[in-house]
């Protein structure tokens, strides 16, 4: 239903937005998290926010694109729980990139411990790197800076992988 009143153009209300998220049906709420990132709402944001922690993973990733496009910056909290103790891997990778891309800087924390669960030449953990450095260092306290800090050092000096030691490079680059 949502989609065929979007494909004739009319918008759905952002209530009906999060009715959809709400649903008991899996398929409204996947169709409504992904719809929900064009609806920059209060009511979608907590809407999407209370669906991380659903049973099916499409749901979980569509909520948490979906935070990160309408740059929903109250999720922080949840995304880093996503973050710290969900068991799907695609779920971590999407919840660091939205922390990078909202710039979450209570989040730094949690991306270096990230960070420290690959080995050295582990490309996955290319996602923290790029959080981190897009997070920056501005308005850190001098811990979690210095941690950041250490961290991409510690990864640049170790690694053996060419393309993870330019990227740790890059995201050096942009801390002051």
Do not use: H
Not at 91 to 120: E, H, Q
């Amino acid at each position: 239903m949502m989609l065929i009143l979007l494909s004739l153009a009319c918008s759905p209300a952002p209530e009906d937005i999060a009715t959809a998220i709400a649903s008991s049906n899996p398929v409204m709420r996947e169709d409504g998290a992904k719809i929900a990132q064009s609806y920059a709402d209060p009511v979608v944001e907590a809407a999407l926010i209370s669906v991380l922690a659903d049973a099916s993973p499409s749901v979980r990733l569509n909520a948490v694109e979906s935070l990160a496009e309408i740059e929903a910056t109250t999720a922080g909290p949840a995304l880093t729980e996503r973050l710290t103790n969900d068991t799907d891997p695609r779920m971590r990778r999407a919840a660091a990139d939205a922390l990078g891309r909202l710039k979450d800087k209570s989040a730094v924390p949690a991306l270096i411990a990230y960070m420290g669960t690959f080995s050295s030449t582990d490309r996955e953990q290319l996602v923290a790197v790029w959080a981190l450095g897009n997070i920056g260092s501005e308005g850190l306290e001098a811990g979690p800076k210095q941690a950041t800090l250490d961290a991409l050092v510690g990864l640049r000096d170790t690694t053996t992988d060419k393309y993870l030691r330019y990227q740790t490079t890059a995201a050096l680059r942009t801390l002051k």
